[in-house]
Structures are given as structure tokens and as C-alpha cells.
């Protein structure tokens, strides 16, 4: 008898330290209002930062956030469960760059200030409108054919060996090009193709590789990772470097200045591959000297009247202004001015090290694609074609060739 007494007294004490085990849930602070409002239920907001907040939930809250989030709001932006406040404070803060901003060299910044001379070239026009819908879409359905391109899964390393495979043989006649995977101290490498230029300053032209699952992330896949097809958020942005390359490539043109084109490894977890890139690519011994990074991450939504927005937060006005009259001149589509709000792509990254970047987005961010971060993220949302991306690629290689006639 008095075994089952301290039994039950064994179970309970279990059961009471169950109920009473904290989760720490970073979460975006719309997605976090959203939740508490349709629970009916306040949480406990620990910090603020970036753009997501720190609640404290008890663990069976989790499942109903989570169920919340998935099929009543079933929007962009999941969240991630720590058990430590610690943990969650390292990982709210490590979704921004570090606070204090490398300011832009004299030398970049006189090179920003000669941009514009708003000449348009018939010789640049026409190798524009060599990029095609098919290449990017095609290149977006093998992408998000992969079970996830996650940061730590072996489908997010194949996805980025598969990449590194293509970007070699789309360059393949040509002996300035060499691509390389870029080792972190996580299993998925970034992708980097370098096509030698006259000089050893440099441009970079990059968006992020992998994909997430926001709502099963940490969850119930450990490493494995969710669904993630991540078609716009980024095999978009992919697709349309690939294309860009492919274009170039084949005009035979021999740059003046070396360009770098990346994929970057796990940029869904804290821009964590761009932060290793640029801090390395910006070392004083660093053999090249990067003049500016231009971003493609979501290219492929048309949720807005204008087809390209330029993103004006943690990025250089004067290569906006610069981009805006590229697509002008050569894209040929109405284009506007959006704010992320916080550091939200590999953009900021380089940014931050004191690189001036640019970040040309799909949409106003109201008006983004809603499915990113789920299983739903699939070519289907864009009508299984990619002629929205086609205005990015085409931007690109605008201006790529167009820099190419300035020193
Ligand atoms: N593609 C998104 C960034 C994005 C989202 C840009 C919406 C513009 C509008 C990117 O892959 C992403 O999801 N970023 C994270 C932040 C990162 C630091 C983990 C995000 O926005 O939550
Ligand atoms: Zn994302």
C-alpha cells in the first residue's frame, strides 16, 4: 500500500513538474498578437527585438499555438521553442546583425556617387532580354522538389551540391569561372561562383539557398527538418541568380570588375552564412575588396500593382536610386520603395560590414507572399510560372553590364 502511495505521490510530483515546465517561444510580434487574441490568452512578453518577441508559455500551450498559427492563420512567420530564456534571448538577438554598423568606405562611397549617368546602351538592352521565364522556372520546381533545404539536413546539403553543380555547367566554356562550396561549422556549405574580373575589386550578387519550416522547425523533425519547398522564399531568388549567370556567361564578356555570386547556407536561422561571408570577404588581408552586394530573396510573388520594390532599410540610397533607373532603362516595369522593418535578409549582412547592398523585393511587404516558411510555399502561388522573377534577372544582368562600363 504504501508503495502505490509513493507512486502516486511520484507521479504527481512529475505530473505538477510537467505542467509547470516553461517553454521560451521566439515568435514574430504579428503572429504573437494574433495568437494571444484568438487563444484568448496573454502570454508574457520577455524582450522585443527584430521584429519578434520572447513569450513565456507552458508546454501545452505550445501545441495550440502552434495549431493556431498552422491552420487558422496559416501566414508566413512560425516560431521557435527554447527551454531557456537564455536561449531564446541569444537566438532574438542573433536575427539581427551586430548593433554597431561598419560605415561605408570613402573609396565605396565615391563609387556609389558615380553611378548614375542615365545613358542607356542598345548592346546592354539586348542581352537583357536574353533571360528567360522557362530557365527560372524549371530551375524553382528542381529546388523546391527537395523534402527541405534546411541548414542542418542532408536534403539541405544535396540542395546546395545540386546548385554548385549547375552554376559549374552553366559556366563551363569559360576559364575566368570557378565555383566553390564554403564551409561553416554547420552540415549545408554556402555556394560561390567567381567569374574573374580585370580587378580585384569586386561585386557580389547573392541570395540565400536554404529553406525553413517555421512551425515544425525544433518541433518534431529534429534536424530532418519540416516541408519546406520554399519556392519564393528563396528558390526564386536562386533561380534568378542562376539565370543571371547563365546569361552573362554566354555573352563572353569579360568583367572589370570580378563578380562573386552566392548562395548562402542557413540564412533562415539568423543570416548565419552571409554573417560568416562577409566578415571573412571583408578581412584587411582579404584578396578582393567588395564594392557593393546586391540581394534576391523572393522574386517570384506578384502580390503588388508594381512589379519590383526596392527595399530601403539596411541598404545604400544611392544604389536604389541607381537600381531605379536601371529598371527604368532596361527593366521596363513600375517599381517602388518598401521597409522590412528589421535586418530580414542576407542583405544586411553586408550592409552591416560596410558593404553597401541593395535588396530589390517581389512585393510592398504588405503585400508579401503569405506562405513562406510552410509547406504551402510552392510554384502554385505564382501560377506555376515565373515571369515575375524574370524582371529580376533581367535588373541583374542590367546591372552587371551596366556597371561594367564605369571604372
Ligand atoms: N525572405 C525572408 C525575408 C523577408 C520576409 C523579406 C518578408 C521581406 C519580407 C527571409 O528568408 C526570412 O524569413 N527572414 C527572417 C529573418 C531572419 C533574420 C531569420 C524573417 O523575416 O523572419
Ligand atoms: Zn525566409
Known amino acids: 500500500m504504501k508503495r502505490i502511495y509513493l507512486l502516486l505521490a511520484f507521479i504527481s510530483v512529475f505530473a505538477i513538474a510537467k505542467i509547470e515546465k516553461k517553454n521560451f517561444l521566439v515568435i514574430q510580434d504579428s503572429v504573437s498578437e494574433l495568437v494571444q487574441k484568438k487563444l484568448q490568452k496573454h502570454f508574457i512578453v520577455q524582450e522585443f527585438k527584430n521584429g519578434h518577441q520572447v513569450i513565456e508559455v507552458n508546454e501545452s500551450n505550445v501545441l495550440e499555438i502552434s495549431e493556431v498559427i498552422h491552420h487558422t492563420f496559416h501566414k508566413c512567420g512560425g516560431f521557435y521553442s527554447f527551454d531557456s ?9 542573433d536575427l539581427s546583425v551586430p548593433g554597431k554598423r561598419v560605415p561605408y568606405s570613402e573609396k565605396r562611397k565615391n563609387f556609389l556617387k558615380q553611378l548614375d549617368q542615365k545613358s542607356k546602351f542598345k548592346e546592354i538592352q539586348s542581352i537583357v532580354d536574353e533571360a528567360k521565364e522557362i530557365n527560372i522556372r524549371e530551375m524553382i520546381e528542381k529546388l523546391s522538389s527537395y523534402h ?16 554548385a553543380k549547375k552554376w559549374k555547367e552553366i559556366t563551363k566554356n569559360r576559364e575566368d569561372a570557378e565555383v566553390t562550396l564554403y564551409d561553416h561549422s554547420w552540415k549545408q556549405p554556402s ?7 580585370k580587378s580585384k575589386e569586386a561585386i557580389v550578387i547573392g541570395g540565400h539557398l536554404d529553406s525553413i519550416n517555421g512551425f515544425t ?28 549567370i547563365r ?39 582579404s584578396d ?25 532599410d539596411n541598404t545604400s540610397k544611392d544604389l536604389n536610386d541607381y537600381l531605379g533607373s536601371l529598371i527604368d532603362r532596361y527593366v521596363d516595369v ?23 547592398a541593395a535588396f530589390p523585393f517581389e512585393a510592398a511587404k504588405s503585400k508579401m507572399n503569405k506562405h513562406i516558411h510552410t509547406s504551402e510555399d510552392v510554384l502554385a502561388q505564382s501560377n506555376g510560372v515565373a515571369d515575375h522573377a ?3 534577372a533581367k535588373l541583374g544582368l542590367a546591372y552587371i553590364l551596366d556597371l561594367n562600363k564605369k571604372q
Not at 85 to 93: F, G, L, N, V, W
Open 288 to 312: 578582393y575588396e567588395i564594392m557593393t552586394a546586391l540581394q534576391f530573396d523572393m522574386t517570384n510573388f506578384n502580390g503588388s500593382d508594381k512589379k519590383i520594390f526596392l527595399i530601403d
Open 148 to 163: 527541405n533545404r534546411f541548414y542542418q539536413s542532408q536534403t539541405g546539403v544535396d540542395a546546395a551540391k545540386f546548385i
Open 247 to 285: 546569361v552573362f556567361a554566354d555573352s563572353n564578356i569579360i568583367p572589370e570588375k570580378t563578380i562573386f555570386f552566392m548562395g548562402y547556407a542557413a540564412e533562415e536561422v539568423g543570416l548565419k552564412g552571409s554573417k560568416d561571408i562577409a566578415a571573412d570577404f571583408t578581412k584587411s588581408n
Open 191 to 197: 555556394v560561390i561562383l567567381k567569374i574573374e574580373g
Open 334 to 356: 513600375e517599381w517602388g520603395r518598401t521597409s522590412c522593418g528589421y535586418a530580414c535578409s542576407d542583405h544586411a549582412s553586408w550592409n552591416n560590414a560596410g558593404v553597401p
Open 217 to 244: 522547425y525544433q518541433m518534431s523533425f529534429g534536424t530532418k527538418g519540416g516541408h519546406a519547398p520554399g519556392a519564393d522564399d528563396n528558390a526564386s531568388g536562386i533561380a534568378t541568380i542562376t539565370e543571371i
Open 390 to 392: 524574370l524582371n529580376f
Open 85 to 93: 530564456r537564455t536561449e531564446a534571448s541569444k537566438y532574438i538577438s
